[in-house]
């Protein structure tokens, strides 16, 4: 509860100045990642397939998965 505090004080006394930075990056409207780096739409997903593919490999293999849900 004291971090959620904290970061809502914080939050509140940056506003003024976070704010019209952050507002900048988002005025672009309603925009896709193909059209912000002008790219082929199935290439974006299959770029994204492929990382999801790697990472699930990735946790197989360090033995990341919870063991109390595994079948021996």
Do not use: C, H
Request: glycine share 6%; aromatic share 12%.
């Amino acid at each position: 509860m004291l971090g959620f505090l904290t970061g809502a004080a914080i939050f509140g006394l940056t506003y003024q100045q976070v704010f019209p930075q952050i507002e900048k990056v988002a005025k672009l409207g309603n925009v896709v990642i193909p059209d912000l780096w002008n790219l082929n739409p199935y290439l974006v997903v299959a770029l994204f397939t492929l990382i999801s593919l790697l990472l699930f490999y990735a946790i197989d293999r360090a033995g990341l998965q919870r063991k109390d849900k595994v079948r021996s």
